[in-house]
């Protein structure tokens, strides 16, 4: 790991640390909330790479159960996982990892409960298809948003099961909410990234300027090729 990935992912970590405080939705089923981080935290896997984004995830979630003297429940232990994967997802360049869109829709429906709730696990096909052009920064955005609610759905219903009458209930509010995620995700990475190039023009700060990504700025070029 260089000097630069090292510094970066402190300051990520921090970063990550305070929009963990900033909640955007309950999660349905439990007293939890959907926070800031679900927006943030994937990009690590774009500015440090796959491993050490999914790294920047777990550091996270660690740090954060020590400082608040949370219990590392089931469900806690639970939203590891699926936000790894998005690091993971999101820094990956090829449509390998698309992979996970059709098992989990296999391991929902070989469920009981997801058998008379079929038709939640079919939202899982829109990533899948979306991963076909995944350069474009929203359709990777969207398929990162995705893997994590893919892969945090199917271990919830193993987990706590809940009623097909809920499951089937959550459908729109799974496709808005991951939406507003995929346009999250997306405006976050371009600002950051933006704001990056352009703070690495100060000499002592040049040292981040290899984790920009010239295909994600905010340009004429960006959104007519890589939006």
């Known amino acids: ?29 439990s007293e939890q909330s959907f926070t800031l981080f679900e927006l943030i935290g994937p990009l690590g896997g774009m500015f440090l790479g796959p491993l050490f984004g999914a790294l920047s995830i777990f550091s996270v979630k660690v740090i954060n159960i020590i400082t608040t003297n949370q219990n590392l429940d089931l469900l806690t232990a639970i939203r590891f996982l699926p936000m790894m994967f998005a690091a993971v997802y999101f820094g990956m360049r090829g449509k390998k990892l698309s992979i996970v869109f059709p098992i989990c829709i296999i391991l929902f429906l070989a469920h009981p409960i997801g058998q008379k709730a079929w038709p939640y696990a079919l939202v899982w096909l829109i990533p899948f298809v979306a991963a076909l052009g995944k350069k474009r920064l929203i359709l990777n955005s969207l398929g990162t948003t995705f893997s994590a609610h893919a892969i945090g759905s199917t271990i919830f219903l ?7 009458q809920i499951w089937l209930s959550l459908i729109p509010i799974v496709l808005i909410e991951r939406g507003v995620f995929a346009l999250g995700i997306w405006a976050s990475y371009l600002a950051l990234n933006t704001i ?14 290899p984790l920009v990504n010239k295909d994600y700025l905010i340009s004429l070029k960006f959104f007519k090729f890589h939006a």
């Open 196 to 209: 990056l190039d352009k703070i690495t023009d100060i000499e002592k700060v040049n040292i981040f300027k």
């Open 1 to 29: 790991m260089t000097k630069r990935k090292t510094l970066f992912l402190i300051i990520f970590i921090i970063l990550s640390l305070i929009a963990f405080k900033v909640p955007i939705s309950k999660i349905i089923g």
């Open 158 to 164: 193993y987990a706590f099961g809940l009623t097909p």
